[in-house]
Nanobody, 114 residues
Framework: QVQLVESGGGLVQAGGSLRLSCAASGRTFSNYDMSWYRQARGKERELVALITWGGGTTTYADSVKGRFIISRDNAKKTVYLQMNSLKPEDTAVYYC???????WGQGTQVTVSS
């Protein structure tokens, strides 16, 4: 069992940066691939970034490549999403996920103003 708690969302101007954190509880965090999803109002939830259990492989949605960076610290049981050069279209609720869909956090709102 893994519980996930996101933090770091907020309101930022276009071109700004935010760093999201996802703190996990449970003993098996390091066994799971971790990912960030987002869901904008009226749209389906989409995968933003994924990092494998050891951190050796990362995958990004085309819309965020070159702007977002996913990382993890298994000792701290935390996964991060550094978001740079934010755009209004990045506005969404961002969700942390463990185990490729198995466990979800409650989400954190990111709003980018133009």
């Amino acid at each position: 069992q893994v519980q996930l708690v996101e933090s770091g969302g907020g309101l930022v101007q276009a071109g700004g940066s935010l760093r999201l954190s996802c703190a996990a509880s449970g003993r098996t965090f390091s066994n799971y691939d971790m990912s960030w999803y987002r869901q904008a109002r009226g749209k389906e939830r989409e995968l933003v970034a994924l990092i494998t259990w050891g951190g050796g492989t990362t995958t990004y949605a085309d819309s965020v490549k070159g702007r977002f960076i996913i990382s993890r610290d298994n000792a701290k049981k935390t996964v991060y999403l550094q978001m740079n050069s934010l755009k209004p279209e990045d506005t969404a609720v961002y969700y942390c996920n463990a185990g490729r869909g198995r466990y979800w956090g409650q989400g954190t709102q990111v709003t980018v103003s133009s």
